[in-house]
């Protein structure tokens, strides 16, 4: 009896750690599976949050913009093309003058913040995004994309009778940007639907019998 009682304790140690082997596994593990998943939802079907609801919409309150300025370590645009689009319509304009549209259904003018001239552009963020020629239609967390590539398996671990593998990034800016997006939806970005627990759940499940079966074959 203890014979058999030592054997299934060196199966249960070896069945973890090839567990933890197989969450971590780079492109094709359990983990990179889940955030394939995640990636997949948000960035290019837009589906929404994992509770099935969608997220907030781009932004449309007019914000205050500057022209591209390469090496700084912030623009509102992502290049100095995108961001002559509209500072070409300033140019040789007289400061604090707010210009409307030919329509009269936008203003785009100069103002002074604080002692800096700032340019106040209609529609916010989403406008900002269409001018940089990026969708619109579904929020999918992503600009300069930095953000989503630094985002992997972290690493899983083994606590009591379940192992619990993190999703996240070390890159501070990254992080502080997830941590941004999530305070603002209030929900977290990073989490798994029903369906795709269960699609998971599925994967395990064979993986777990193919593991037991070779292990009783071998």
Do not use: C
Request: hydrophobic share 35%.
């Amino acid at each position: 009896m203890k014979e058999l009682y030592n054997r299934m304790k060196q199966f249960q140690a070896t069945i973890e750690g090839d567990f933890i082997k197989f969450a971590d596994q780079k492109n094709i593990g359990l983990g990179s599976t889940a955030l394939a998943f995640i990636e997949k939802r948000v960035r290019r079907k837009g589906g929404g949050a994992a509770d099935g609801s969608q997220w907030k919409p781009y932004s449309t309150k007019p914000t205050f913009i500057t022209p591209y300025k390469k090496g700084a370590k912030s623009n509102s645009f992502t290049s100095k093309t995108k961001s002559d689009i509209v500072f070409r319509q300033l140019k040789g304009k007289r400061k604090d003058k707010i210009l409307v549209a030919k329509d009269g259904s936008e203003k785009l003018g100069w103002f002074t913040v604080k002692g800096h001239h700032l340019a106040l552009l209609p529609g916010g963020y989403k406008r900002i995004r269409e001018i940089e020629g990026r969708q619109v239609a579904f929020k999918d967390f992503e600009r300069t994309s930095e953000m989503w590539k630094s985002i992997h398996v972290m690493g899983t671990q083994s606590l009591g009778l379940k192992f619990v593998t993190t999703i996240g990034t070390e890159n501070k800016l990254s992080k502080k940007k997830l941590e941004g997006n999530n305070k603002r939806e209030g929900k977290e970005i990073l989490m798994l639907s029903k369906k795709e627990e269960q699609d998971l759940q599925e994967i395990l499940d064979k993986w777990i019998t193919n593991r037991v079966n070779k292990a009783m074959n071998g």
